[in-house]
């Protein structure tokens, strides 16, 4: 059975780049009836925060990537956090020890530094010498009987190690640039790369799909699954996301935090849409794709080598696309919490109204401005003179006597009396309903004419257009 990872460290806020990881692997999972696990891997004990553990998991059940394995659910290979694990990373290390494919390192930081810094001036790659690999057992005791703290490392054999990757291709590393490496330092933890296999095969992951900046530690990686004669998984790495300059994903792009989009009231569904098409393309070539379809058509021979451009301008639309095609009673309960401390009448109606214009759902106030105040607000850019024309005078005129007669305000008999007063005015259409709009929301452009006058009412619409009759119109 497939087996794929989600592996945060909870030291911020869930990037769009994880994020896009985690669609990734839980599309892949879903797509091979595989488990998708969640693994917390929170040795970093200076940064790692449950605040930021807390936010992760949040906004993954707001994607809906919700885990078969891991934190609140359990599963059959926990702890789901590496910080329970230490034991674990220990007995490994020493069973490496003891096979001799690993040694004690007393090296002081100092020592390594002036070592790398000696092999950099002679033109030598900053390997470690492994001067420690052997110490003879008698000088290893002595070290230890002083108190010396040491580290495990692990020795590299001299064996290329090739990568045969889903996404990359084949990669051939050379062993001779990779330096013997830590796995346990002298504190007890252990370093990323060891954590990472030895939880890997205690959790029988099949395939390890993540970002390419990973790709520098699959060789080191590899070699320890040697070590321990276990299968290695199947890799594939996931092109970079950067900023639509090409440059490293920044603010300057959009914001970079998952929990930033919800707040601005980007939908899950155009979220997972629109990451999922970051190197990733439909055979069809559609861009709008449910999340049935990005199961049914993911394959890895469709993700590109190149790194794909974060457009908030692309993500803006789609989530538009969205909204429009939300459910409206759904999208109103969405809606209603970007309107604390407002009193909303009709905000159903007002909501189905303005959902055509909104790329987020933090835009609904403003869009819906004209139906939340109770005095005419006019555009800077509006030219309001022709709201003193003598033709203008009239069709105000005759709209207001007209309204005293209405009692049906559905958009259908409000479109079929419009029809009537505009055949009876002997103006333009265009020009009636410019004049019109006007008057009622101050705008030359906005949400259906009709839509409006259903939502005001009739006494709001009566006010407004008194108000605007009575008025001195000044340019």
């Known amino acids: 059975m497939v087996r794929v990872r989600f592996a945060p460290s909870p030291t911020g806020s869930l990037h769009v780049g994880n994020c896009r990881t985690a669609v990734l692997n839980w599309i892949f999972a879903k797509k091979m009836k595989g488990r998708f696990i969640l693994r917390i891997e929170d040795t970093d004990v200076e940064r790692s925060t449950q605040v930021s553990e807390k936010g992760i998991i949040e906004d993954l059940k707001w994607l809906s990537l919700y885990w078969d394995e891991g934190p609140e659910i359990g599963g059959d290979y926990g702890p789901y956090h590496q910080s329970e694990r230490l034991e674990i990373y220990r007995k490994e290390a020493v069973k490496l020890l003891n096979e001799g494919k690993a040694c004690r390192c007393f090296c002081t930081q100092e020592e390594l530094e002036k070592e790398k810094e000696e092999r950099l001036k002679k033109g030598l790659p900053p390997k470690y010498s492994g001067k420690c690999l052997n110490l003879s057992k008698k000088e290893i005791d002595r070290l230890i009987s002083t108190g010396k703290e040491f580290s495990i490392r692990f020795h590299v054999d001299s064996e290329d190690v090739e990568v045969n990757d889903l996404v990359m291709g084949d990669i051939n590393f050379k062993s001779d640039v990779i330096s013997d490496f830590i796995i346990l330092r002298s504190n007890g ?243 009636f309903l410019q004049i019109l709009r006007l008057a009622l929301t101050g705008k030359n452009q906005g949400p259906e004419i009709v839509k409006i006058i259903k939502i005001f009412g009739k006494e709001k619409c009566k006010r407004f257009i008194e108000y605007v009759l009575s008025m001195n119109i000044i340019n």
């Not at 490293?248 to 155009?270: C, F, H, N, Q, W």
């Not at 403003?366 to 555009?379: A, G, H, L, R």
């Open 189 to 431: 933890r252990a370093s990323y790369n060891f954590a990472v296999v030895v939880d890997d095969i205690f959790m029988g992951i099949t395939h390890v799909i993540r970002g390419s900046d990973h790709l520098s530690n699959t060789p080191k990686q590899i070699l320890l699954y040697r070590a321990f004669n276990k299968k290695i998984p199947e890799f594939a790495h996931i092109p970079m996301i950067t900023g639509i300059n090409g440059n490293r994903l920044s603010k300057r792009d959009g914001t970079v935090s998952v929990r930033e989009y919800r707040e601005m009231g980007i939908l899950p569904e155009a979220l997972i849409n629109f990451l999922s098409l970051l190197s990733w393309s439909s055979p069809t070539g559609e861009e709008i794709l449910s999340v049935d379809r990005l199961i049914g058509e993911f394959d890895f021979s469709r993700i590109s080598k190149s790194p794909a451009a974060f457009d908030i301008k692309k993500l803006l639309w789609m989530n538009g696309y969205y909204i429009r095609n939300y459910d409206k009673k759904k999208l109103t309960e969405l809606i209603l919490p970007y309107f604390y401390g407002k009193n909303v009448e009709n905000l159903y109606d007002v909501v189905d109204t303005i959902s055509d214009n909104l790329e987020c759902l933090a835009q609904a106030p403003e869009k819906s401005e004209i139906f939340v105040t109770d005095n005419i607000k006019f555009d800077k850019n509006v030219d309001k003179s022709i709201l003193k024309d003598k033709e203008a005078r009239n069709i105000l005129s005759l709209v207001l006597n007209k309204l005293d007669e209405i009692d049906d305000f559905s958009e259908e008999n409000l479109t079929n009396v419009l029809k009537n007063i505009i055949k009876e005015s002997g103006v333009k259409t265009k020009n």
